[in-house]
């Protein structure tokens, strides 16, 4: 006989985890979910209705961990962003949308492929345009009602070398971008180890170097450089690279990119 199964949010609900479906949606969006030990992301997922349900780690204060890895870059690089009009692409659920409205932001457009992905809360607030079904490749700046002062790139399954030219049209002189560099999807096929992860530090310094390199060529200037707190699906380790809409391009960042690549594989790859 077929156990009795309920949705994931409901059951946190009833199981007293949360007093509303929206918090509890918040925190398995979050990865802070587990049933039977095995991590839940979805809040539609049904689940059987004994299954063992713990909630470890604190509050995300975002609608996904997602939001963690633009904080870290706001932080570090001390970005400002009250009153300023953003783009988040590949906003998924809204983790970097919802980050850059906390740091005032007073307009995000967010921009995915897919559909019904971002989150109730964000999608309902007049600050907000939803952009789903939107490749950003065709984005032009008509789309648009006004130009863009900041952006944030977190896109897979696609180089950055096709997506940054694309915003670039769509900032200000002077805007800024945080993009996320991930090696598992700018490296060479035959670089790319089992389940599409990269653990070579050498192939993760060239992959950077690649795609600040292509930054510069076609007008951004290097504005700094670290690793995201979070590593990508499969566990690979990703690099938030800080840049701004100027010629004025940087001399040497090989030194740069070396600290942060070994920086990141002794705190990341435990």
Known sequence: M?????????????RGFFDSREKAQKNIMAG???????????????VPI???IEVKGEAIPYVSRGGLKLEKAINEFSIDLKDKTAMDVGAS???FTDCMLKNGAKLVYAVDVGYGQLAWE????????????????YVKPE???????????????ISLKLVLPVVKQLLNPLGEIV???????????????????VRDAAVHKEVISKILDFAMDIGFKIKGLTFSPIKG????????????????????IEGLIEDIVEKSHKLLEK
């Open 32 to 46: 802070l979910v587990f049933v039977n030990n095995k991590r839940i992301d979805k809040p539609g997922e049904k």
């Open 233 to 252: 699906p499969e566990g690979n380790i990703e690099y938030l690279a800080y840049l701004i809409n100027d010629d004025d391009a940087e001399g040497n």
């Open 143 to 157: 789309n648009i009602d006004t130009k863009i002062d900041f952006a944030s790139i977190d896109v897979s399954f």
């Open 2 to 14: 077929a156990e009795d199964k309920e949705r994931i949010d409901q059951l946190l609900v009833k």
């Open 50 to 52: 004994q299954s063992n």
């Open 93 to 95: 659920t809204g983790g």
């Open 179 to 197: 993009c996320l560099i991930k090696p598992q999807f700018e490296a060479g096929r035959e670089k790319v180890g089992k389940k599409g992860v």
């Open 122 to 137: 964000l999608r309902t607030n007049p600050k907000v345009v939803c952009m789903e079904r939107t490749n950003i490749r």
